[in-house]
């Protein structure tokens, strides 16, 4: 990009904002179901409370996996898609739902026997029936997350986000009544406390999931698409390249979310007036973070049809044209904590002196925006690449062979607190940034990707192979 095309800087810029809108909603919703969750078991009681948030944080970690190895779909989608092979998208997306099939069920067992995992973190005795009751009760709902994920990547990979809003937002505005209902026993069921949680979370997933498929086979955008023209029996070879792509995304969100998890769970040692300011910042964090992650959606999305097209310049603009607008939103993310750290710290509580520290926190969250902006639009351009082993690997040194040991010796060493385990994360957060940076820097430049040769040459390909093994 020797010269920049200024006019196709601002088409590109404004394909992805067109593209990302949706997804942050989208986003959104994802964290308002956990708003929604914690205010009706709060309401119901304290204990039904701690049960949710516990359950919810186990419970995290199969939503994690499972969104990690179906974000394969929409690179995979979007690549065909730029290379005008839309007539492939129709078996990518009948072995991507196999995929999803055996991934839910896989999840449900986990989800279901999770009690080791929850007697090993340490939960109080008092709470872990009502912990276990809630995750066998929304584990049911693991084989729909899993499947609806598969329906996003198909029609994100399209660049259709705007159903990703639709039921995301649907989902929300439904989990309230219904989790009034099997929570606090109405219209003739008894109460449930955190199991009805469990139920209702699981029946909306259900139901999103439902109703995403029906759209997608009755709406005229997919035709053409052969989605559903026959029945396949798994193909163990595109099963095969969608998790190539799926379970290093998988582990490298893991890898991000172990990092919040233990962070968290090393300030819980230090006092509730900590533990509670370290839960303000973290909320606002995580709602800001909503914003660059769906800008890194789209630049997945954009990045792919470049790469379809096998336009080398257009990988370029579509990357770096990202990256620059997840930096522009971070730049606003980043205003509001540092300017507004105590104005926004009182909007969770009264106590003077949870606000203090949580008004420290916020401006070490302000500090960690540009990092993290940049190392998760980065990300999502490496995905549009179909690039996720070398970032896995990154990420694993950057969180967990930076980020961990700077934030727990700067916490518990020198004296630091809940602030060193922050300075951690932005330790972390920031070799992340850099080196993804760097990695989609080369690959752009160094033509590093090669779009997916068609089905007949690949089949000619395995033959020519399977032919030379004879000889």
């Not at 809003?165 to 009544?177: D, R």
């Not at 026959?230 to 792509?245: D, K, M, S, T």
């Not at 980020?403 to 518990?412: D, I, K």
């Not at 690959?443 to 990707?449: C, K, Q, V």
Request: net charge positive; proline share 4%.
């Amino acid at each position: 990009m020797k010269t920049i095309d200024r006019a196709r800087v601002v088409h590109e810029v404004g394909a992805t904002v067109r593209l990302a809108l949706p997804l942050v909603l989208a986003q959104l919703a994802a964290v308002g179901t956990n708003v929604v969750d914690a205010l009706l078991s709060g309401h119901f009681s304290a204990h039904v409370l701690g049960a949710v948030a516990v359950g919810t944080s186990v419970w995290s970690l199969a939503i994690v996996s499972g969104i990690g190895v179906m974000m394969a779909v929409p690179p995979s989608v979007a690549q065909l898609d730029g290379a005008n092979r839309r007539h492939e998208v129709g078996a990518v997306f009948r072995q991507a739902l196999w995929l999803a099939a055996m991934l839910g069920l896989l999840l449900w067992f986990g989800v279901r026997h999770a009690e080791p995992l929850v007697n090993l973190i340490g939960v109080t005795p008092s709470l872990r029936q009502d912990v276990n009751a809630f995750l066998h009760a929304i584990s049911w709902g693991a084989p729909a997350l899993a499947c609806y994920f598969t329906l996003r990547g198909l029609s994100e990979g399209l660049s259709l986000t705007r159903p990703s809003m639709l039921f995301s937002l649907g989902g929300l505005a439904i989990l309230a009544p219904l989790g009034y209902v099997f929570m606090f026993g109405k219209l003739g069921l008894p109460p449930q406390g955190a199991r009805g949680c469990g139920i209702a979370t699981a029946l909306v997933l259900w139901l999103e999931m439902l109703g995403f498929l029906i759209y997608v086979s009755c709406h005229r955008n997919y035709r053409g698409l052969n989605l559903f023209e026959r029945f396949e029996w798994p193909n163990w070879r595109r099963i095969g390249a969608l998790l190539h792509i799926g379970l290093p995304m998988a582990v490298t969100l893991l890898a991000e979310a172990g990092l919040f998890v233990a962070t968290a769970l090393l300030i819980g040692t230090m006092g509730e007036d900590v533990v509670a300011s370290h839960q303000v910042a973290i909320n606002v964090a995580s709602v800001f973070f909503m914003i660059p992650l769906g800008v890194a959606m789209a630049i997945t999305v954009r990045v792919g049809n470049a790469v379809g097209r096998d336009d080398a310049r257009g990988v370029r603009y579509a990357g770096f044209c990202g990256i620059g607008l997840a930096l522009v939103t971070q730049l606003v993310s980043a205003g509001v904590m540092l300017g507004l750290p105590h104005a926004i710290a009182s909007l969770y509580t009264g106590n003077a002196t949870v606000i203090a520290l949580a008004a420290q926190l916020l401006v070490l969250a302000g500090l960690f925006q540009f990092s993290d902006g940049i190392q998760v639009a980065s990300n999502g351009a490496l995905r549009g690449l179909k690039d996720t082993r070398v970032p896995m690997a990154i990420t694993l040194f950057a969180y967990w062979g930076v980020g961990m040991p700077v934030g727990w010796w700067l916490a518990f060493r020198q004296g630091y607190g809940a602030r060193g385990m922050w300075m951690g994360l932005i330790a972390g957060l920031s070799v992340a940034a850099v080196l993804l940076f760097a990695r989609f820097w080369r690959s752009a430049w160094r033509h590093r990707w090669q779009a997916a040769p068609p089905e007949d040459t690949m089949t000619v390909r395995a033959q020519a192979v399977t032919l030379n093994d004879h000889l």
